[in-house]
C-alpha cells in the first residue's frame, strides 16, 4: 500500500528561513576565505623576501665562481674565452640542483652579451651597483629574476639568478586549492544540510498551520500546546488566546440575538393584536364609543410602544456592556458625584409622578472606567428602584471614597425601601430575563442584569443587600482600589549658620 505523500511547508516559509540560515553561514564562511586569502599572501610575501634575500646572497657566490686561469685550459670556459673559467660554489650548486628545472643563472659582460647561463634570460643592465628584481615567464613558469653589476676576477659583470619557486608567483593556485575550494565544498554541504533540517524542523509546524487551517469557522477550542515544538509554544499559547476571546465573542452575539428575538416577539405580537382590535373596532362602532375605543386603544399602543422601545434600548445596552466588548474600549476618568446629579435630574418627573422622595448624599469620587457604561449602569438602578418602590418610598443615590488596606476605593450604591428581594431569590435575579415570581407592574428583567454586566466589565461585582432597617434593596458597587504614591522621604532641616 502506498505511503501517502508527507505535505511539503508553504514556500515563502521554508525559503525564508533557508535564505536567512544560508546567507548566516555564508557570510562568516566568506569571511573567514578572505582572512585565510590574507594570511596566505601575507605567509606568502614573507617567503619571497626571504628567498629575494637568499639570491642576493648567492650572487656574490657566482661572482666568486668566475675565475681566470692561463695556464691549462678547462671545461667551463667562458664564451670560449680559454682564460676565464666557470667554478660554481657549493652553494650556488646546490641551489640549482634542488630547485632544477625551477632555477637558472646567467653571466654577462658589462655591456650585456652573454657570456654563460640560460639563453632564454633577459639582457638586464643595472645602472647602478644595487641590486634590480624582475619576473619572467618562460615554459609556463614565472622566475624571479635578481641582477647585479659584481666585480669579478675578470672585472665587472653583470651575474643573474632566477627562481622558479617563488610562493608569492603561486599564492593565487594556492589560495585555490586550500582556501576557496575546501569553502565553496563546505559551503554546498552546509546548504544541502540546511534545506534537509529546514525541511525536518517545520514539520511540527505544518502540522499546527494544517490543523488551524482544516478546522471549521465554528471550532474555536483551544490546540494542544504539548504537541507543539518548545519555540512554537508561545505562538500557540497567543492563538488558544485569541480563540477563547473571538469565542466569547461570538457567544455573546449568539446569546444577544437568541435574547433579542425572543423578547422582541411578544411586545411586537402586542402591537400587532392592538392594531388589529383598533381597526376591527373601528368598522364595527361609531360616534362617542368609536373616539372612546380610539382613547383606549391609543393608551394601550403607547405604552407598548414605549416598552419595545425600553426592551430594545436595554438589549443594545446589555450587548455594549458585554465584558469582552468593554475590555476593547478606552478607558477614562469618570467624575461619579457629577454622574449621580446628572441621572437624578433625569429621573426627578417620574419620581414625583409616585411622590417618590429621590434623594442624593455624595461626597467627591473618581474612578477610571467607561463613562457611557457607568451611566448605563446608574439608569438601570434607579431605573428599577423607582418602579418597583410603592408611592412615598424612598431613593437614594450615594458615591463616595473609603480607604481600605489596599489604597482609597470609589464606591457608588442605590438604595430603596420598595418589596426588596427574597434571600432564596438574590443568585437568579442578576440573571437576564428573570423575573421575581409575582413581582407588578411590567418589565423585561434586565437591568440588573446589564448593571452585573457593566460592573464585570470594571473588574468588580455587583452587590446586593438588604435596605435600611432591612427593608426594601440596596445595590453597591465598589471599584478598584487606587495605591496611594508613595510618600517621599522627609527632608531634612537645613542647619542654622
Known amino acids: 500500500m502506498p505511503t501517502p505523500a508527507e505535505p511539503r511547508p508553504p514556500e515563502g516559509m521554508i525559503w525564508g528561513l533557508q535564505k536567512r540560515l544560508l546567507v548566516l553561514l555564508m557570510l562568516p564562511l566568506s569571511l ?20 629575494d634575500q637568499q639570491l642576493q646572497r648567492l650572487l656574490p657566490m657566482l661572482a666568486d665562481s668566475i675565475v681566470v686561469v692561463s695556464d691549462a685550459p678547462m671545461r667551463d670556459e667562458l664564451d670560449d674565452d680559454p682564460g676565464l673559467v666557470l667554478l660554481l660554489a657549493p652553494p650556488v650548486e646546490e641551489f640549482l640542483k634542488e630547485r632544477e628545472g625551477f632555477a637558472a643563472y646567467g653571466i654577462a659582460d658589462h655591456n650585456g652579451r652573454q657570456l654563460a647561463g640560460e639563453s ?35 672585472g665587472d659583470m653583470i651575474l643573474m639568478l632566477a627562481d622558479g619557486s617563488d610562493a608569492r608567483q603561486h599564492w593565487l593556485d594556492t589560495v585555490l586549492v ?8 563546505l559551503l554546498l554541504v552546509a546548504a544541502a544540510a540546511v534545506t534537509w533540517a529546514v525541511a525536518r524542523a517545520l514539520r511540527p509546524l505544518l502540522t499546527l498551520k494544517l490543523a488551524v487551517e482544516r478546522r471549521s469557522p465554528r471550532d474555536l477550542s483551544p490546540l494542544d500546546v504539548e504537541s507543539a515544538p518548545v519555540e512554537v509554544r508561545p505562538l500557540v499559547t497567543s492563538l488558544n488566546r485569541l480563540f477563547g476571546l473571538v469565542n466569547q465573542q461570538a457567544e455573546a452575539q449568539r446569546r444577544f440575538v437568541a435574547d433579542a428575538a425572543h423578547q422582541l416577539r411578544t411586545p411586537l405580537a402586542g402591537l400587532q393584536a392592538q392594531v388589529e382590535a383598533w381597526a376591527q373596532a373601528a368598522r364595527s362602532k361609531q360616534g362617542a364609543d368609536l373616539l372612546a375605543l380610539r382613547v383606549d386603544q391609543v393608551q394601550r399602543l403607547r ?49 414625583a409622578e409616585k411622590q417618590i ?23 438601570n438602578l434607579v431605573d428599577n428602584a423607582i418602579k418597583y418602590t410603592p408611592a412615598a418610598g424612598r431613593v437614594t443615590l450615594r458615591c463616595g471614597l473609603q480607604q481600605t488596606p489596599l489604597g482609597q476605593q470609589a464606591w457608588l450604591e442605590v438604595e430603596d425601601d420598595g418589596p426588596g428581594i427574597p434571600a432564596h431569590e438574590l443568585h437568579k435575579v442578576l440573571d437576564r430575563f428573570y423575573r421575581l415570581p409575582g413581582t407588578p407592574g411590567e418589565g423585561n428583567g434586565l437591568g440588573l442584569a446589564i448593571a452585573d454586566e457593566i460592573a464585570r466589565a470594571h473588574h468588580t461585582l455587583l452587590q446586593l443587600h438588604r435596605g435600611a432597617q432591612g427593608q426594601g434593596l440596596r445595590v453597591r458597587v465598589d471599584f478598584v482600589p487606587v495605591s496611594p504614591p ?11 549658620a
Open 32 to 51: 573567514v576565505g578572505l582572512v585565510s586569502m590574507f594570511f596566505h599572501y601575507q605567509s606568502a610575501s614573507t617567503v619571497a623576501l626571504q628567498k
Open 357 to 379: 422622595d429621590l434623594g442624593l448624599e455624595t461626597e467627591p469620587a473618581q474612578v477610571t472606567g467607561h463613562g457611557w457604561l457607568l451611566r448605563e449602569l446608574l439608569i
Open 486 to 496: 508613595p510618600e517621599e522621604p522627609a527632608s531634612a532641616p537645613m542647619p542654622f
Open 120 to 154: 632564454w634570460l633577459p639582457t638586464i643592465l643595472p645602472s647602478t651597483d644595487d641590486a634590480e628584481f624582475v619576473s619572467v615567464v618562460e615554459g609556463g613558469i614565472t622566475y624571479r629574476v635578481i641582477a647585479q653589476r659584481n666585480p669579478t676576477a675578470a
Open 178 to 185: 586550500r582556501v576557496i575550494l575546501p569553502n565553496l565544498v
Open 303 to 351: 405604552d407598548a410602544t414605549r416598552r419595545t422601545s425600553q426592551l430594545a434600548n436595554q438589549l443594545l445596552a446589555l450587548s455594549r456592556a458585554d465584558t469582552a466588548n468593554a475590555s476593547a474600549q478606552p478607558t477614562q476618568q469618570v467624575d461619579l458625584m457629577d454622574l449621580c446629579e446628572t441621572i437624578l435630574a433625569l429621573y426627578l418627573d417620574a419620581a
